[in-house]
């Protein structure tokens, strides 16, 4: 069975550019986490959607960061316009359900590198 | 708000030992869920083990076992007859009940493992 699949698994731009980050969930599961991992800050929580709806976009550090769900197999995340201290490692993990004692299963990541 | 708390940056094991990595909680729901992640240096995140808040049992998946104790708030991750390739960060989370936060998860800041030959 297909995982979760991110694309690109690495990109290397210049500050200013917009940056959009692709996952397609595993089929069937309705929720749909992003997160960035970072040396200093860890594993953070972005935004997850329930059923193609943010549920809580908390996490988003700022109005750069945006994140859409049109439908249940496809969800992105765009930073505009980007800059250097978004560099990080960016996860998109699917869960069956939003119930709790559903794992989450992560795709393999992207690296971002913004110079 | 809910909260992991991971004490050990980093632990040593000798192969073939066993070996318990220390994981504490914050929520004030009552359901949840918790769980540990393997973060091998080639970086994707692998589903370990699993164990609700309404079990009683611990829960053991082969040489993974966690050992909750729900009134101190702990979920210790336990590996046994460690091995060379057990070497990765450990991570901890937790996914709240459906009556707060739907679904919402956080992740501890992790534990590195070394295995020693």
């Known amino acids: 069975d297909a995982g979760v699949i991110q694309s690109p698994r690495h990109e290397v731009t210049e500050m200013g550019q917009e940056v959009t980050l692709r996952c397609k969930p595993i089929s069937g599961h309705n929720s749909l986490f992003w997160y960035r991992q970072t040396m200093m800050r860890g594993l953070e929580l972005l935004i997850y959607?329930?059923?193609?709806?943010?549920?809580?976009d908390s996490g988003m550090p700022e109005d750069r960061f945006s994140a859409k769900m049109p439908n249940a197999s496809f969800s992105t995340l765009k930073i505009q316009p980007s800059e250097p201290r978004d560099s990080a490692v960016y996860f998109c993990?699917?869960?069956?359900?939003?119930?709790?004692?559903?794992?989450?299963?992560f795709g393999d990541g992207t690296r971002l590198s913004i110079l | 708000a809910q909260k992991i708390t991971q004490t050990q940056p980093g632990m040593f094991v000798q192969e073939k030992e066993a070996v318990t990595l220390d994981c504490t909680y914050d929520?004030?729901?009552?359901?949840?869920?918790l769980f540990w992640y393997k973060q091998p240096s080639s970086g994707e995140m692998i589903f370990l083990i699993y164990q609700g808040s309404y079990d009683e049992q611990n829960a053991t998946e082969g040489r993974y076992s966690l050992n909750f104790q729900k009134a101190r708030k702990s979920a210790n991750l336990v590996i046994s007859a460690s091995q060379l390739g057990d070497s990765a960060m450990y991570f901890c989370a937790m996914r709240e009940g459906w009556n707060t936060n739907a679904g919402k998860s956080t992740f501890g800041d992790g534990t590195t493992l070394t295995v020693k030959p």
């Open positions: 929520t004030s729901d009552q359901s949840y869920g």
């Open positions: 959607f329930n059923n193609n709806v943010p549920i809580d």
């Open positions: 993990a699917s869960s069956p359900s939003e119930v709790s004692n559903q794992p989450q299963h």
